[in-house]
Each structure stands twice: as C-alpha cells, then as structure tokens.
C-alpha cells in the first residue's frame, strides 16, 4: 500500500508538472531553491545593488527600506552601501553579516535564516558589532515565517545586563520579502527581462512556502482514508530515517576507529529521537560525532580539547572548535568560545588555530566565534541534508539502501582521515 500511494504521488506530480505550476522556475529545476548562502543572498544582493528602476528617486534598495518600516525622511536623504557576507573581526567579537545596508549616519544588518540555525550568540554579536559603528542601526532577522530567534542566538540569560540584551526586529520572506518583490515588478513594468528575473524568483519564494502549491496535494488525498495512509506513510519514514541515521552515524565512528587512533566521543543518544524533536524545533547544539585532534597536556579546571565535529545541522557539516573536558554523558557537547580557550589556555588555542588556517578544504571555511565549519559531502559531491524528508532528497534516501550506507560511511570516514586528521597533526 505504501509503495503504491507513493507511486500514485510520484505520477501525479509528473501530471501537474506539466502545468504552468511554481515548480516550473530555475532555482527549482537546479534544485538550489533553498541555498541560502550561495542563491538567495546572491540574488538579494543583486537586486538591491541594482538601479533597474525609472530615472527617478526609486530603485530597489529605496522600496525595500519602506517595506522594512525605514522613513522617507531618511531613505532620500542618505546615500546607501549594500554589503554582502561582509566579515568583521574585532577584539572580543567576529562574524559575518549576510546583508549591511549603512549610510553615513545609519547601519542595517539582516540576518538570513532558510534552512540553516542559528549560531551561538550571533545576534548579540551582530549588536555588539552595530554599536561600535557609532550610528543609528537596526537588526532584522529574515525568515521564511517571521519567527523568533533562538535563544542560542540571542544570548538570552537571566543575568544579561539590560544594554547586552538583543533588540532585532522579525521580517519574512512570506511578507515583506514578497511584498517588495510585488513593488518591484511594478517599477520595471514594460520591461521583459527584468519582470521576468523578479518573476522566477517570487516564484521560487512562493514554492518554498507551499502556500499556493496545493493542487498536488487536492489531487492525491482526495479522501480521508488517503490521508490517513500518508500520515501513517510519514510515520513509517520517520521511523526508518531515524534507523539509517542511527546506522550510518555508528557505521562512521567504527570506520574511523580503524583508520586513526584519535579519540572519538559518540554515544547513541545523540541522535536518538532527532525526526521526533530535532526537526519541529531549533536546538541549542546540534548532535554529532567528535574526533579529539588536540588536548592540553595537563588535567585541570581549564582543560580543553580541540575537535572535529561532524556534525547534523541539519546538514552532515565538519566544525573545528574547542569543548571543555567533561565525563558526564549530555546530549551533546557545546563547543566554548574562542575568546574564552584563548584566555585560559593561550598554547592550545594558538597551536589549534595555526593548524585551521593551514587546512585546505574544498569549500570555503565558514566561522563564528565558537567553530569552523564546512559541509561534507558525500561521494557525488552533495550536501547531505537530514532534515528535508520529501521524496526529491534522493541524497537522503539513498542511505536507506544498506549497500549505500555502508560505501557512503566508508567514503566519508576515508575523506576525514586523509584529508583532515592527517593534515591536522602538527
């Protein structure tokens, strides 16, 4: 029954693909549509940098700033920047900005959020870094809903001072994303191409939020006892990517044990329950696997290791970074911020960090003030992303095929020690 009610979903979406649906836009058919780091931020970029506008005041970058709640009285009297992935690295605090939009006497920072979570203390650091600037600024955080941010983002504790506490305002991709992308085809009205780029990518926008693309599902459960087998069929997937995920992360602790003697710390656990919880909810650290690379020599109350995390986030990415030396078993093991390693054991942090800034990595390494971190892929070159269960993520549910699994965690366990353990030892 489950194979069939798959089936049927598969030729029926073939059937509706033949109509003019949001599917049909190039982001969707490159199945780069939720790449927020390599698309949409390009693209945003793109269309705010751009004058595509008339010979008049508006462009772009002044109808986004309205639809942002920015005046009038500011918007036309300051002359803009528009930045992209934009790196800061001050004293006590480093990051990279998705998007900085700063005149002469203000600052904007955006904060992207698709797929990816939240990095520790990124807003707060965002702030720290706006305030240092010496002009009026504000800080929205862009996702697809308009939801909160995390905590983990936020810093929020009991004992923050009231000027350490993050203010950040909520925009979305549902709202003024689309709202403003509607003003744009209004300014560039009469003229193809451009109407037809803002076109595709409200497209896009409008795939990724589900919110009109709902004749597949009218088509497929025209009854309540389809329903019921989809939702049994959900449970059922569930239930079997938690079993793969459990047996490839196993799998690759024991592939790396016979291929390096380095310690690894991995307990079953960490991962138990990850399509029950981690999926409907952004967690403080994500589960993962750690191989020790380096240590202080001595065991005391500062006693750190630095380590490679392989991590689920929700993507199979690699973090370099410190965690304190702890026996308990915790759910996961929260990486200690740099500054912190760095004041405290001064040797390790300057050894470990010498050997990041010497690792060559197909990917660019992305950091924040606690990791390093890249994707690692799997043998055909593709992000592995454990949280998209739909039948499009074949890199996904490839791995339920054991013979799969086991050349994937063998690839992927020979990668790590050939080209990250051995070329992190000093």
Known sequence: MEEKLLQEAYEKSKDYLYEDSLRFNLLSIIEK?????HVHSKVIYSLLSQNWGKKDKETFLTLFLKEIGIGEEIIYNEKWEVSREKAFDLDTIKGRLDFEIK????IYIIEMKIDAGDQPEQLMRYQKFAKEQHKKYKIFYLTLDGHNASKKSIGE????????????????????????????LKL?????????CVNQYIASINKILGEKDTKIKDNILKSVENIKNAISLYGELNDELQVT???????????????????????????????????????????????VLDKNKSNNSNYYKFVLKLELAPELIGCLGFIKNDSDEKETIPFVSFSKVKKDSSGLYNRCLKKIENLEVEDKLSDNNRAYWYYIKNSKGEIINFKDISLSNKTLLSLMDEETLKEEAKNIATYISNEIVKNMEI
């Open 245 to 291: 995920l459990e047996n490839f992360m196993s799998l690759l602790k024991e592939k790396l044990k016979t291929r390096i003697g380095n310690e690894i710390i991995y307990y079953k656990k960490y991962v138990k329950n990850y399509y029950n919880y981690t999926l409907d909810k952004i967690p403080q650290d994500y589960p993962g696997l750690y191989i």
């Open 33 to 37: 549509d939720r790449d927020e780091a």
């Open 157 to 184: 504790e009991e004992n923050l001072e009231e000027n350490e506490k993050v203010e950040y305002i909520n925009i979305s991709f549902k709202e003024e994303i689309l709202n403003w992308l509607g003003n744009c």
């Open 103 to 106: 005149s002469k006497d203000y």
């Open 188 to 196: 560039v009205e009469g003229k193809e191409n451009k109407s037809a």
